[in-house]
């Protein structure tokens, strides 16, 4: 999970050294990272700034946020989790700190519907989720509630139960751009097991998730990331 900070406002270019510099991280152990101005698909240009190592964080590291003289968060970096989704076998593959890898058939987004392709964040969770077609601009598809649905991108993809997927995971791409699981248990014991920050990786899809439409932040190459910060220096 980067680190993201927004404004109430967009912060002009001019200011945004001065930004950066009241916006201090420190970590133990010692964490390389740097501050980039990413845009937000809900804000404006220069509304939010996030921080991220070039690397994703060691478990265990401990960080804490300073704005100016007052620290305002401290947290902890948990145990190391990545689920590969591949659209083209139709599976997910979940590896957690070097234990054996767990291999779950799933549904992704059907042609022209694709999931989106690339490194994405869980957001947030929660056991039951109202998803309508109509606020993404998809008539009335589908309307209702969804349960176990874990959160990667703010237009909306989620890896959630799906009644479809008890007939389609493994076998063929079905939804509307979500990863759906099956309702056996399988997308239970998924939400259980994961937390904000874990890293959902979506392979063998189309358009790579912008950086802005959630935490697709680890989409850029490090020389990327440092070209939108105001501080940072480049090799």
Known sequence: MPISVTFPRPVPASQR????????????PSVTGAWSWVKDRNL???????????A???????????VG????????????????????????????????????????????????NGTMVVMDKAPKVYMDSRT???????????????HITTSGTYVHQNPGANTYAGRANTTHGCVGLATD???????????????????????????????????????QWLANSATARRS
């Open 44 to 54: 404006l240009g220069g509304q939010r700034v996030d921080y991220r190592p070039p």
């Open 17 to 28: 050294a001065e930004v950066e510099h009241l916006l201090t991280v420190r970590t133990t």
């Open 185 to 223: 248990g399988t997308a239970e014991r998924f939400y259980r097991r994961v937390i904000p920050g874990d890293v959902i990786r979506v392979e063998g899809s189309r358009q790579t998730v912008a950086e802005g439409n959630g935490y697709g932040d680890w989409n850029l190459t490090w020389s």
């Open 69 to 116: 003289t007052n620290s305002v968060r401290h947290f902890t970096i948990g145990r190391a989790l990545t689920a590969t989704v591949d659209v083209r076998s139709h599976t997910m593959t979940v590896t957690e700190d070097g234990k054996p890898a767990t291999r779950i058939p799933v549904t992704a987004g059907r042609p022209g519907l694709d999931t989106w």
């Open 56 to 66: 994703y964080w060691k478990p265990g590291t401990h960080v804490t946020l300073h």
């Open 136 to 150: 993404v601009g998809l008539g009335d598809a589908y309307h209702g509630y969804y349960a176990w649905a874990v």
